[in-house]
């Protein structure tokens, strides 16, 4: 039986519910024909060149990207802008795009979060930051570890549960703090290290940090802090979102995850361990 774009945007709609997004967000459909049959899927992280290229090798008509194409207001999309280029190549190869950013961030379940606990092997979690209309949606998470480990052992646990990045992954604190209680929030979490050290958190691993309240939140003897890549911590969610869509619709369109890795770093420096 076909499916059209507009049962898929449904399906996806009632996972990573749009009322969940910030103000400033920019998710759901930004562009194809909800008419149209769709029977296979491609979800990424990024909607960039090397992706949409997969779009078009692999036949899909749908692409799911976690990062939007757009968060500034647009009045046009020409192609000779980068961005507009992209919509043009996928609207000439009947192809759509959908976003669901911080709407899958706060999801309950099957969510961006969730996926990042669950690579780590977390237990009895629930959201570092709930949202008011759902005590299991909210931002970040927090859960435990079968058993302690060391922070610097736990490092190399993420290192090894997450998509290898020339950053790695860099550890704040006592290399031999143990560590039971784990906090973590996929993409830019650093304003989440006052709720980590209110949930007791032995950790907070996430994105983007920056030195001073990193440095801050040691000195006032808080959680250890693990930084990973951008991409790495929320690239666990494309194969759970990919089998709960299959799921959600029978099986009657195909999914996939794309194959690149579109962390931006792409050289790593230096003499230190």
């Known amino acids: 039986m076909t499916v059209t774009l507009g049962e898929v945007v449904a ?18 459909l930004v562009c194809g024909d909800p008419a149209e049959p769709v029977r296979r899927v491609l979800f990424a ?10 779009v078009l090798e692999t036949g899909a008509q749908l692409l799911v990207t976690h990062h939007p194409l757009f968060l500034t207001a647009v009045h046009g999309v020409p192609a000779d802008d980068p961005r507009g280029r992209l919509v043009h ?15 899958a961030d706060r999801a309950p379940d099957h969510g961006v979060n969730d996926a990042l606990a669950a690579v780590l092997g977390l237990t009895d979690t ?5 949202a008011a209309a759902d005590r299991r949606a ?24 997450l998509p290898d990045t020339v950053g790695g992954v860099r550890a704040a604190g006592d290399p031999g703090r143990p560590v039971r209680t784990v906090a973590v929030c996929g993409g830019s979490g650093g304003s989440l290290l006052p709720a980590a050290a209110a949930a007791g958190a032995d950790v907070l691993l996430t994105s983007d940090l920056r030195h001073h309240p990193v440095t801050d939140v040691l000195e006032a003897g808080g959680p250890a802090v693990c930084d990973v890549a951008h991409f790495a911590s929320e690239w666990p969610w494309l194969p759970v979102a990919a089998d709960v869509l299959r799921g959600d619709l029978s099986g009657r369109v195909e999914v996939a995850v794309s194959r690149w890795r579109t962390d931006p770093w792409t050289a790593y420096a230096g003499a230190g361990r």
Do not use: I
């Open 89 to 103: 190549r996928l609207v000439r190869a009947g192809a759509g795009l959908f976003v669901a950013h911080t709407n």
């Open 11 to 28: 399906a996806l709609d009632a996972r990573y519910d749009p009322a969940l997004a910030e103000d400033w967000d920019a998710v759901g």
């Open 126 to 130: 629930r959201p570092l930051q709930p």
């Open 138 to 161: 909210g931002l970040g998470r927090v859960g435990r570890l079968p058993g302690a480990v060391t922070l610097a052992e736990f490092a190399r646990l993420a290192a090894g549960a």
């Open 45 to 54: 992280v990024d909607p960039v060149t090397a992706v949409v290229d997969e």
